[in-house]
Nanobody, 119 residues
Framework: VQLQASGGGLVQAGGSLRLSCAAS????????MGWFRQAPGKERESVAAISRQGITTRYADSVKGRFTISRDNAKNTVYLQMNSLKPEDTAVYYC?????????????WGQGTLVTVSS
Protein backbone atom coordinates (compact mmCIF):
# COMPACT_ATOMS: atom_id res chain seq x y z
CA VAL A 1 0.00 0.00 0.00
CA GLN A 2 1.29 3.45 -0.91
CA LEU A 3 -0.06 6.48 0.89
CA GLN A 4 -0.04 10.08 -0.30
CA ALA A 5 -0.97 12.76 2.21
CA SER A 6 -1.98 16.26 1.21
CA GLY A 7 -3.80 19.32 2.47
CA GLY A 8 -1.30 20.82 4.85
CA GLY A 9 -0.46 24.50 4.90
CA LEU A 10 -0.31 27.67 6.91
CA VAL A 11 -3.40 28.73 8.83
CA GLN A 12 -4.14 31.18 11.60
CA ALA A 13 -5.15 30.00 15.04
CA GLY A 14 -8.84 29.21 15.10
CA GLY A 15 -8.87 28.23 11.47
CA SER A 16 -9.50 24.91 9.77
CA LEU A 17 -7.75 22.53 7.42
CA ARG A 18 -8.68 19.18 5.93
CA LEU A 19 -5.99 16.65 5.31
CA SER A 20 -6.44 13.86 2.82
CA CYS A 21 -4.56 10.62 2.41
CA ALA A 22 -5.02 8.67 -0.80
CA ALA A 23 -4.07 5.01 -0.84
CA SER A 24 -3.12 2.80 -3.72
CA UNK A 25 -4.30 -0.75 -4.08
CA UNK A 26 -7.61 -2.53 -3.90
CA UNK A 27 -7.53 -3.58 -0.27
CA UNK A 28 -7.93 -0.17 1.38
CA UNK A 29 -11.06 -1.22 3.23
CA UNK A 30 -9.16 -4.01 4.94
CA UNK A 31 -6.85 -1.57 6.73
CA UNK A 32 -7.28 0.36 9.91
CA MET A 33 -6.15 3.90 9.17
CA GLY A 34 -4.53 6.44 11.42
CA TRP A 35 -3.20 9.95 11.50
CA PHE A 36 -0.07 10.80 13.44
CA ARG A 37 1.91 13.97 13.90
CA GLN A 38 5.40 14.98 14.87
CA ALA A 39 6.22 18.46 16.05
CA PRO A 40 9.79 19.82 15.98
CA GLY A 41 11.82 18.32 18.78
CA LYS A 42 9.03 16.02 19.88
CA GLU A 43 8.19 12.39 19.43
CA ARG A 44 5.59 11.24 16.96
CA GLU A 45 2.16 10.92 18.49
CA SER A 46 -1.11 9.35 17.46
CA VAL A 47 -3.80 11.86 16.58
CA ALA A 48 -6.73 9.79 15.37
CA ALA A 49 -7.62 6.37 14.04
CA ILE A 50 -10.56 4.82 12.26
CA SER A 51 -11.73 1.26 11.86
CA ARG A 52 -11.97 -0.54 8.53
CA GLN A 53 -15.57 0.38 7.82
CA GLY A 54 -15.39 3.74 9.55
CA ILE A 55 -17.69 2.71 12.38
CA THR A 56 -15.27 3.27 15.22
CA THR A 57 -12.91 6.17 15.75
CA ARG A 58 -10.52 7.22 18.46
CA TYR A 59 -8.74 10.48 19.18
CA ALA A 60 -5.94 11.85 21.24
CA ASP A 61 -7.27 13.87 24.15
CA SER A 62 -5.57 16.97 22.79
CA VAL A 63 -7.72 16.97 19.62
CA LYS A 64 -11.04 15.58 20.83
CA GLY A 65 -13.92 17.82 19.81
CA ARG A 66 -11.78 19.66 17.26
CA PHE A 67 -10.59 16.99 14.80
CA THR A 68 -12.65 14.45 12.90
CA ILE A 69 -11.30 11.43 11.08
CA SER A 70 -13.33 9.86 8.29
CA ARG A 71 -12.80 7.58 5.34
CA ASP A 72 -14.29 6.89 1.94
CA ASN A 73 -13.48 3.31 1.00
CA ALA A 74 -14.85 3.83 -2.52
CA LYS A 75 -12.21 6.52 -3.03
CA ASN A 76 -9.43 4.80 -1.06
CA THR A 77 -9.07 7.96 0.98
CA VAL A 78 -8.96 8.88 4.64
CA TYR A 79 -9.49 12.44 5.85
CA LEU A 80 -8.68 14.49 8.90
CA GLN A 81 -10.85 17.54 9.37
CA MET A 82 -9.11 19.92 11.76
CA ASN A 83 -11.08 22.79 13.27
CA SER A 84 -10.25 25.38 15.92
CA LEU A 85 -6.58 24.91 15.21
CA LYS A 86 -4.05 25.98 17.80
CA PRO A 87 -0.35 26.84 17.46
CA GLU A 88 0.45 23.63 19.32
CA ASP A 89 -1.11 21.65 16.46
CA THR A 90 1.83 22.69 14.30
CA ALA A 91 3.53 19.51 13.10
CA VAL A 92 4.15 17.22 10.18
CA TYR A 93 1.10 15.02 9.86
CA TYR A 94 1.39 11.46 8.61
CA CYS A 95 -1.22 8.95 7.61
CA UNK A 96 -0.67 5.29 8.24
CA UNK A 97 -2.35 2.03 7.36
CA UNK A 98 -2.35 -1.58 8.18
CA UNK A 99 -2.68 -2.01 11.88
CA UNK A 100 -4.86 -4.86 13.06
CA UNK A 101 -6.21 -2.61 15.79
CA UNK A 102 -6.37 1.15 16.08
CA UNK A 103 -3.74 1.11 18.79
CA UNK A 104 -1.53 -1.45 17.07
CA UNK A 105 1.54 -1.21 14.89
CA UNK A 106 1.03 0.40 11.50
CA UNK A 107 2.75 -1.15 8.52
CA UNK A 108 2.54 1.56 5.89
CA TRP A 109 3.24 5.29 6.15
CA GLY A 110 2.72 8.30 3.95
CA GLN A 111 5.33 11.00 3.38
CA GLY A 112 3.80 13.60 5.69
CA THR A 113 2.25 16.98 5.16
CA LEU A 114 3.22 20.07 7.13
CA VAL A 115 0.62 21.99 9.11
CA THR A 116 1.66 25.34 10.53
CA VAL A 117 -0.69 27.25 12.80
CA SER A 118 0.23 30.86 13.46
CA SER A 119 -0.84 32.70 16.60
Amino acid sequence: VQLQASGGGLVQAGGSLRLSCAASGRTFSSYVMGWFRQAPGKERESVAAISRQGITTRYADSVKGRFTISRDNAKNTVYLQMNSLKPEDTAVYYCAAGATTMTGVYDYWGQGTLVTVSS
